[in-house]
């Protein structure tokens, strides 16, 4: 898990280097690109690479459980859109942390999608990261130190919005468990997402130079080894045991923003990711205990 979260820092800055192109110092010559063109490419990596190990296994080309497939590919498809823009627009370690509250939305939608119980301590742990959300909201407002970095409220609602698609992307997943092979799952994203970023890259596409090509073979490679690893380290061990160790990607952003990006963030807004963290960690523990009696129960 750590090294998951290793690979998708190191996507989330090269996200963000693209996305001010000549704005920043960290790789000098850079065309600035339009945020669906960086997930255009990111999209063709991906097909790409689920597409042979598709064929090479000989699954389904188009899978099962289509109906949920598809809702995996299109809310997927919204949630990172939004999330590479609040990359561009806030601070990495503030984009990074909020997004970290697909979880919660995740248990909210399941209580629906997937008939899920949940339990009294559950709502305090979400209301413990929604408190955090008010933190980094108003950090700015409460700080008089003039090198804060400044947090628009409107990237924090946009990077809600990113959470809330992902968790129903999740749900959608977990509808997909016992019907397609993950790789089916995953093949579903960029399925969605290239002809909807081609339409909207046509109207504004910067063609790679040198080195952009580069940085675009990183993005997409490093983000399917960071799935890798995820799913590894989630199937290896106890969840409530490893997703801790996915948080310290909120520290690597921390560090990164501060050293690369000179983004200097208040005490007021430390304190909101610590609340987010907090809450959303409480709640994965407490939900894999739930998910672990009720499997229990089962079998007895």
């Known amino acids: 898990m750590i090294l998951s979260g290793l690979c998708y820092i190191i996507v989330n800055v090269l996200v963000k280097i693209l996305g001010q192109g000549p704005d920043q110092t960290i790789i000098s010559g850079l065309q600035k690109y339009p945020i669906p063109e960086i997930i255009l490419f990111r999209s063709i990596i991906t097909f790409s690479i689920c597409l042979a190990v598709i064929k090479a296994k000989g699954i389904p080309l188009f899978g099962h459980n289509k109906k949920w497939l598809v809702i995996r590919g299109v809310t997927g498809t919204i949630a990172l859109t939004l999330y590479f823009y609040t990359l561009n627009n806030l601070p990495i370690a503030i984009a990074a942390t909020i997004q970290y509250l697909s979880p919660i939305f995740t248990v909210l939608l399941a209580i629906?999608?997937?008939?899920?119980?949940?339990?009294?301590?559950?709502?305090?742990?979400?209301?413990?990261?929604?408190?955090?959300?008010?933190?980094?909201?108003?950090?700015?407002?409460?700080?008089?130190?003039?090198?804060?970095?400044?947090?628009?409220?409107?990237?924090?609602?946009?990077?809600?919005?990113?959470?809330?698609?992902?968790?129903?992307?999740?749900?959608?997943?977990?509808?997909?468990?016992?019907?397609?092979?993950?790789?089916?799952?995953?093949?579903?994203?960029?399925?969605?997402?290239?002809?909807?970023?081609?339409?909207?890259?046509?109207?504004?596409?910067?063609?790679?130079?040198?080195?952009?090509?580069?940085?675009?073979?990183?993005?997409?490679?490093?983000?399917?080894?960071?799935?890798?690893?995820?799913?590894?380290?989630?199937?290896?061990?106890?969840?409530?045991t490893v997703t801790p160790f996915k948080y310290l990607g909120s520290i690597y952003a921390f560090v990164l923003g501060l050293f690369l990006f000179d983004e200097v963030i208040s005490l007021y807004a430390v304190v909101g990711m610590l609340l987010i963290i907090v809450g959303v960690l409480g709640n994965t523990i407490v939900r894999g205990l739930v998910l672990k009696e009720e499997k229990v129960g089962k079998v007895e």
């Open 112 to 240: 629906f999608i997937l008939k899920e119980k949940v339990k009294p301590i559950q709502g305090l742990f979400f209301l413990i990261a929604f408190l955090g959300i008010v933190f980094i909201s108003f950090s700015k407002y409460f700080s008089e130190d003039n090198s804060i970095s400044n947090i628009n409220p409107w990237w924090i609602v946009v990077g809600i919005c990113s959470a809330a698609f992902a968790g129903m992307a999740y749900n959608a997943i977990a509808k997909c468990r016992y019907t397609d092979a993950p790789i089916t799952v995953v093949f579903y994203f960029p399925l969605i997402a290239i002809p909807i970023m081609a339409v909207l890259t046509a109207f504004d596409y910067v063609v790679p130079q040198g080195k952009e090509w580069g940085v675009i073979l990183v993005i997409g490679v490093f983000t399917h080894i960071a799935q890798i690893f995820a799913t590894k380290s989630l199937h290896a061990a106890n969840t409530a």
